[in-house]
Each structure stands twice: as structure tokens, then as C-alpha cells.
């Protein structure tokens, strides 16, 4: 059984179709989610992470549909996910951030009221998601100060404080310069060899294809294709989704 | 100016401390704006101006009581807030203040227009605290209480939860906060202690009419927030000093106390809306500095 199946899923907003019988599975791998705009990624990742209860069909985690759980309950099942629009906490600083994902487990109990969250330990683990990200020069920056690949890394950093087992990329590479893109393939390598499930959305084509191992092609709320990046390259129907030919 | 008369001053700004700190926990730590805070302020003054004349009850169950009830209708009064979001939440708990004052004018049980008189002077332990240096003493101490409950809150994963929801609802989401959750502790809490509040005033006045929490008495509390700083500690207590200070100080805008409080937060919002001690505002900016540059001066010269 793999980590993720997504069985059937379509979802609609009023009138609007976004997703139409959207199957997949992901297990020990770097999957990537492409296509076009408008065709359905965001709204696949929002179902995944809890944000959007879909219309109809069902999102199974380790044998278990959680299509209607809460976002703010799915991350303590061990899915994180990053947001397509940075969304770091602006007013805290990069140690802050990180240490707010920290928290998770304590959000929901009577402990998280009365305890004092900057102890030794958290500082610690903070320190090592700190460095396992690169960000040791920005420790004590407010977050909203911060270039856009670093808020980036950020987001990714908090989200790995939350322990996850499924981490889910909404366009990481997107805003990146070729060497901060470089670099960051190299940190989802390492969280994939961490045993670190992933599932990325992503435009960067390049990005995409060095980094992925198997790509799932999304084109107007349907899969239209799936497979190892150089089967997708390949595809016809992905060219023709692409480049709008018929 | 007699003692007797800046003592009166002293403690009304020390009430004024814990009912800004209050707002500051709902509108600076979980960034729910609410314009109702003197609603809170009313329910605790009513609960202990009702338990204390009607039934006799003493002063520490009665003030006790003002911080539970008035908690436990913070709470249901926070609920709006779940479904509404910024400037509809504003107005939503411009609405609640009216509906509350409304409750006591017209309805017999809260005394009506004429309120509630003859409100005993508190006794704890034995001690009295009647008016003068002992009020002024106790409502002091449930400042420092107030601020000790402020600062500890922020210390903790709740401060954080807090600043979560703050900063973005859906980003709070991702590391594991439900927003629901959280706006009803940071209701429940600031209602609670704005309470305990009430109750401080309605014993230190003797009587409770329902104009003195009326809408405008939200604005000036919300001011002191805003002008001082919102979010921090040192702001709403800096806010509440100042305010409540400067129309006893200046006669002259006595009577132009709402204009003042208007005007504050007009200009505050146009020039500093970090607000005067604010962090990142022009002032703390330049203490922040002035304070490291002495540090390094004596750091340098030892």
C-alpha cells in the first residue's frame, strides 16, 4: 500500500470543474505535479493538506481516507506542505518561524498554554533545521526582511518541524536564480534520502525534470499523463497541452 | 490637586492598564480588532455590582465571579469571530457593545437607565479598601497581575499559536494551529481579565450606569492600545498611562476627551501605526538605538 492514493477526486468551485477523477499514488519517490496554468495542482495540493474538502472521491494516507479532516489536524498525521505564495510568519524571525512548526503538538493541549516554548532542547533542534536549510546568516531576521528563495527555504524549514512523513512543495523553485534552484534540488534530495515522501508542484521545466523521479501531468482537472520524466518529454499529449496544439 | 484626587486618577489608570493589556492579548497578540472591549468591562461591572447588592455576596466571589462570567460571555461573543474575518469582525463587535448596553438599559433585572447604586466598598480578608491609597494599592496589584499574565502568555507555544493566527490563518493551519481554537482562547482570556476590571470599577465608583460602557468607552480603550503600541507590553501600558493622563493634566481638553482619542488614532494610523513604543515605530526605534549605543559606550569605556 503507498503512503498517498488519491482515488477519484474531483472538485468543483460554483460552476467551475477543477478536478476531474484525479487518481494517483505516491510512495518512496519525488513526485512532481505539472501542468499548465488553471489546470487543477493547487487545488490538488489544498485537497491533500486538508485547506479544500473535495467534492467528491477520497484522499487515503497510510490506509486511511482524511479527505475531511482539518488542515490543522492533517500536518499532525505527518503531511506538511509549503504555499505557492510564501507564507511565512512576517512579524517573527526565521528561528521564531521555525520554532512555531515546533509547536505542533502542543497547539491542541492544555500544555501548549502553560508552557514556554524557547527551551534548550527546541533551540537546538531549531539550530539543526537551521543549518540542514542554510540559514544560519538570517537566525535573527524577521522573516518579512528576507529575499524570497530564502523565505523559501524557510517555509520548508518550518514545515520539516513539524516531523513530516509526506512533505508536499508548492512551486519551491519559483522566484529562484539557477544557483539558489541548484541548491534547493539539492535539499530535497538530501529530505528524500531522510526518508522524506514528496510531492512538488513545479513550472521551472529544468527543475523539474533533473529532480523528479516519476511526474504526473495535470491538464484541465485531468490527468493526462504519468511517468518518468523522460517518458513525459516525450509524450504527446503533455506537447500538445503545453504548447496549446491539436 | 488634593491627594485624595490623584489617587483617584492613579487608579483609574491602573484599571485603564489591565483593560488595554486585555484588548492588547485579543487585538495585539491574536490580531482580532474589537471594537466591543467595554462591553466586557460592563458585564464584570454589572456581575459584580448585581451579586454585591442584590445578594450580598462578598467581594472576592463576587470579583472572582465578574472574571468567570465575564469570561464565559467573551467566549460566545467570540464566535462571530470564526465566521467573520478583520473589518467584519470590527463591525460585528461594534454591534455586540450596543446589544450589551441596550441589555442593561432595558431590561428591569440590570436596573435600567438609573443602574445599579449603593455597591459596597470591597473587604478581603478582613482589610477594607475603601477608596484612596488601599483601592489604589489593589487595582495596581491586578495590573501587575494582568502584565505578569500578558508576559507569561507570551513566553509560551500559546503566544506563539497566537502570532500565528496574526500573521496568516492558513500558514497557522500548516504548522498544526486551528485558528477556531485559538481566537476563543484570546476572546475568553481578554474578556476575562477585562472583567475582573469591571468589577475593580464598580466597586471604586459605588454605582454602574450603562452609558459609562458604551461604544466610545471601546474606542478610548482601543486607542490607548493603538496609540501606545499594539502587540507589545510596554505599549498598551505606556497607551493608558498617557491617555488616561493627559486630560486630567490639560483641563482644557477635558471635555474634548473623545477628540482627543479620535484624533490619536486617526493620526496614528496615518504617521506610526506601530504606534508610539510600538516595535519598528520612530520612537522605540530611537530609544532601541540610543539604549544599545550606552551599552556599547560602557561596554568600550570598562
Given at each position: 500500500m503507498a503512503l498517498l492514493e488519491v482515488h477519484q477526486i474531483s472538485h468543483w468551485f460554483g460552476g467551475l470543474q477543477a478536478l476531474r477523477d484525479v487518481s494517483l499514488q505516491a510512495d518512496q519517490e519525488i513526485l512532481g505535479l505539472i501542468g499548465p496554468n488553471g489546470a487543477g495542482k493547487t487545488t490538488l495540493f489544498n485537497i491533500i493538506s486538508g485547506f479544500l474538502t473535495p467534492s467528491k472521491g477520497e484522499v487515503i494516507y497510510q490506509g486511511k481516507p482524511i479527505q475531511k479532516i482539518p488542515p490543522y489536524n492533517i500536518v499532525r498525521l505527518g503531511i506538511a506542505r509549503t504555499f505557492q505564495i510564501v507564507k511565512p510568519f512576517t512579524t517573527l524571525t526565521v528561528e521564531e518561524n521555525i520554532l512555531a512548526g515546533l509547536g505542533m503538538p502542543y497547539y491542541p493541549q492544555m500544555r501548549g498554554?502553560?508552557?514556554?516554548?524557547?527551551?534548550?532542547?527546541?533551540?537546538?533542534?531549531?539550530?539543526?533545521?537551521?543549518?540542514?536549510?542554510?540559514?544560519?546568516?538570517?537566525?535573527?531576521?524577521?522573516?518579512?526582511?528576507?529575499?524570497?528563495?530564502?523565505?523559501?527555504?524557510?517555509?520548508?524549514?518550518?514545515?520539516?518541524?513539524?516531523?513530516?512523513?509526506?512533505l508536499l512543495l508548492d512551486e519551491p523553485a519559483a522566484g529562484l536564480v539557477a544557483q539558489e534552484a541548484m541548491e534547493l534540488a539539492d535539499l530535497i534530495n538530501k529530505l528524500f534520502e531522510k526518508g522524506i515522501q514528496i510531492i512538488l508542484i513545479e513550472h521551472n521545466m529544468r527543475f523539474a525534470m533533473n529532480l523528479c523521479h516519476r511526474i504526473v501531468v495535470l491538464a484541465q482537472g485531468e490527468i493526462i499523463a504519468q511517468g518518468t520524466p523522460i517518458e513525459i518529454q516525450a509524450n504527446d499529449k503533455v506537447i500538445n497541452a503545453y504548447l496549446g496544439q491539436e | 490637586m488634593s491627594a485624595g484626587y490623584a489617587l483617584t486618577i492613579l487608579t483609574f489608570i491602573a484599571i485603564y492598564i489591565s483593560l488595554a493589556l486585555s484588548l492588547n492579548i485579543l487585538t495585539g497578540f491574536a490580531g482580532q480588532v474589537s471594537l466591543g472591549h467595554a462591553a466586557f468591562l460592563?458585564?464584570?461591572?454589572?456581575?459584580?455590582?448585581?451579586?454585591?447588592?442584590?445578594?450580598?455576596?462578598?467581594?472576592?466571589?463576587?470579583?472572582?465571579?465578574?472574571?468567570?462570567?465575564?469570561?464565559?460571555?467573551?467566549?460566545?461573543?467570540?464566535?462571530?469571530?470564526?465566521?467573520?474575518?478583520?473589518?467584519?469582525?470590527?463591525?460585528?463587535?461594534?454591534?455586540?457593545?450596543?446589544?450589551?448596553?441596550?441589555v442593561f438599559k432595558y431590561v428591569d433585572f440590570f436596573g435600567g437607565a438609573m443602574g445599579l447604586v449603593n455597591i459596597p466598598a470591597p473587604t478581603l480578608f478582613g482589610l477594607s479598601f475603601r477608596g484612596g491609597l488601599p483601592y489604589f494599592i489593589l487595582t495596581s496589584f491586578y495590573a501587575l497581575v494582568t502584565l505578569a499574565i500578558c508576559w507569561y502568555i507570551?513566553?509560551?507555544?500559546?503566544?506563539?499559536?497566537?502570532?500565528?493566527?496574526?500573521?496568516?490563518?492558513?500558514?497557522?493551519?500548516?504548522?498544526?494551529?486551528?485558528?477556531?481554537?485559538?481566537?476563543?482562547?484570546?476572546?475568553?482570556?481578554?474578556?476575562?481579565?477585562?472583567?475582573?476590571?469591571?468589577?475593580?470599577?464598580?466597586?471604586?465608583?459605588?454605582?454602574?450606569?450603562?452609558?459609562?460602557?458604551?461604544?466610545?468607552?471601546?474606542?478610548?480603550?482601543?486607542?490607548?492600545?493603538?496609540?501606545?503600541?499594539?502587540?507589545?507590553?510596554?505599549?498598551?501600558?505606556?497607551?493608558?498611562?498617557?491617555?488616561?493622563?493627559?486630560?486630567?493634566?490639560?483641563?482644557?481638553?477635558?471635555?474634548?476627551?473623545?477628540?482627543?482619542?479620535?484624533?490619536?488614532?486617526?493620526?496614528?494610523?496615518?504617521?506610526?501605526?506601530?504606534?508610539?513604543?510600538?516595535?519598528?515605530?520612530?520612537?522605540?526605534?530611537?530609544?532601541?538605538?540610543?539604549?544599545?549605543?550606552?551599552?556599547?559606550?560602557?561596554?568600550?569605556?570598562?
Open positions: 498554554l502553560i508552557s514556554i516554548y524557547r527551551t534548550p532542547e527546541n533551540l537546538k533542534i531549531v539550530s539543526d533545521l537551521i543549518e540542514f536549510c542554510s540559514l544560519q546568516n538570517y537566525r535573527e531576521a524577521l522573516a518579512n526582511r528576507l529575499p524570497i528563495g530564502i523565505q523559501r527555504r524557510l517555509e520548508i524549514a518550518r514545515a520539516l518541524a513539524t516531523k513530516p512523513k509526506l | 460592563g458585564i464584570g461591572a454589572y456581575t459584580s455590582a448585581i451579586m454585591a447588592t442584590r445578594y450580598g455576596y462578598s467581594f472576592a466571589v463576587d470579583f472572582l465571579s465578574a472574571i468567570i462570567i465575564t469570561g464565559i460571555v467573551g467566549i460566545f461573543l467570540g464566535l462571530p469571530s470564526l465566521r467573520v474575518r478583520h473589518d467584519f469582525l470590527v463591525l460585528a463587535t461594534m454591534g455586540i457593545n450596543f446589544v450589551v448596553i441596550s507570551s513566553k509560551t507555544w500559546s503566544g506563539l499559536a497566537f502570532h500565528t493566527i496574526r500573521n496568516d490563518e492558513d500558514a497557522a493551519a500548516s504548522v498544526g494551529v486551528s485558528s477556531a481554537r485559538y481566537k476563543i482562547y484570546a476572546f475568553g482570556i481578554s474578556a476575562a481579565i477585562a472583567g475582573g476590571a469591571g468589577s475593580l470599577y464598580a466597586h471604586f465608583l459605588g454605582s454602574v450606569f450603562p452609558d459609562t460602557f458604551a461604544f466610545v468607552e471601546s474606542i478610548a480603550i482601543l486607542s490607548m492600545v493603538i496609540f501606545g503600541g499594539v502587540g507589545t507590553l510596554r505599549g498598551p501600558i505606556i497607551g493608558a498611562i498617557i491617555l488616561r493622563l493627559a486630560p486630567e493634566l490639560l483641563r482644557f481638553i477635558q471635555d474634548y476627551r473623545f477628540t482627543l482619542y479620535g484624533g490619536l488614532l486617526v493620526l496614528m494610523m496615518l504617521f506610526q501605526p506601530m504606534g508610539l513604543l510600538g516595535d519598528g515605530s520612530w520612537l522605540w526605534q530611537r530609544l532601541s538605538l540610543l539604549s544599545r549605543s550606552t551599552k556599547n559606550n560602557i561596554t568600550e569605556g570598562g
